[in-house]
């Protein structure tokens, strides 16, 4: 199946998931300040389980501050995220999964060790050991995920024998293997060639397709935004002041859903501001 299709059948689903969970995530009136610089200042969203949104800005904007605060890797300065209807927890936890642009595994780990850990750990915190049957289980869920992600021929290597895509499927099942219910991907594929991307992408909706995931994915590329969102979120500064550039803070400007009707959204993106065409552009050409 093309990526289009399979991302237009995943959608297909979508109707289904979000009439269940209108508003899974919830960002009220969030901000995030560092000393005096306002990076977020007022955002506001509603996420349905099990949509695909990615996010998209010019560098520096506060993407991947979000994606901490979504995490629960930082807290925001004001507002609050509701997660299902309850605060989020101010650690990060099981319920979401992350996987990072550069590659985050352990490099001293095999393959299916990577994957196992995630396991392992919070069950036998001192050792990061389970024995038995309890260990037995957890390597076999982790082969499992591994096939799943096209690893289960490399699971007694370890990271550095691995290709860059090899890496990013291994980061990416690392963070499946929990089980969360929200999956926050900064710029995953960004390092990646494209005929590899193109892979990823494929083995991406899959997963998505698969599990009841709720995914926020940072690109630069605005075709990888609309192949695999089911909406574009545009973060950009509405307000500058030239003599205090950190006066003001990036806010969600443009909210863009990405249903059967794509040509309309693909005209809604031609209609963005020419700074903000230019910043995407000029950042996935540099990526
Ligand atoms: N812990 C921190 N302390 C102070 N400033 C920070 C911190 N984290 C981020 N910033 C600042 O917040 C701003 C937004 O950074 P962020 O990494 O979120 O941008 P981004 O949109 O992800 O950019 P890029 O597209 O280049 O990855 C930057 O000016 C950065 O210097
Ligand atoms: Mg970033």
Not at 14 to 35: H, M, T
Not at 53 to 68: D, I, P
Not at 85 to 106: C, I, M, N, T, W
Request: hydrophobic letters at 45%.
């Amino acid at each position: 199946m093309s990526d289009m299709n399979s991302a237009a059948a995943a959608r297909a689903t979508l109707a289904d998931r979000a009439a269940c969970n209108p508003s899974f995530i919830e960002v009220k009136n969030v901000w995030q300040e560092y000393g005096d610089q306002v990076v977020l200042e007022r955002l506001n969203l509603s996420v349905a389980e099990g949509e695909f949104c990615t996010l998209v800005g010019a560098s520096g904007c506060g993407k991947s501050t979000f994606l901490r605060m979504l995490l629960g890797q930082e807290r925001p300065s004001r507002g609050q995220i509701l997660l299902d209807g309850q605060p989020l927890a101010h650690e990060p936890d099981a319920s979401r999964g992350v996987v990072f642009q550069r590659y985050s595994v352990f490099p001293h780990l095999s393959v299916l060790n990577n994957v196992a850990l995630g396991l392992e750990l919070p069950r036998a915190p001192l050792l990061g050991r389970l024995f038995g049957g309890a260990r037995r289980e957890a390597r076999e869920q982790a082969r499992a995920i591994l096939r799943k992600v096209g690893l289960g021929a490399s699971l007694d290597k370890y990271p550095a024998q691995l290709s860059g895509g090899m890496q990013q499927r291994l980061a990416i099942a690392q963070a499946l293997i929990m089980k969360p219910r929200v999956l926050l991907l900064d710029e995953p594929f960004g390092a990646l060639d494209p005929g590899i991307r193109k892979d990823m992408h494929g083995l991406l909706l899959e997963l998505w397709h698969e599990t009841r995931l709720t995914v926020f994915m940072v690109t630069h590329d605005l075709s990888e935004g609309f192949t695999l969102g089911t909406r574009i979120l545009v973060f950009d500064k509405p307000r500058h002041d030239p003599h205090a550039p950190g006066a003001f803070g990036a806010r969600i400007t443009y909210d863009i859903p990405l249903n059967e009707d794509r040509r309309a959204a693909r005209a809604a993106v031609a209609t963005l501001p020419a700074h903000l065409a230019g910043a995407l552009n000029a950042a996935h050409q540099g990526a």
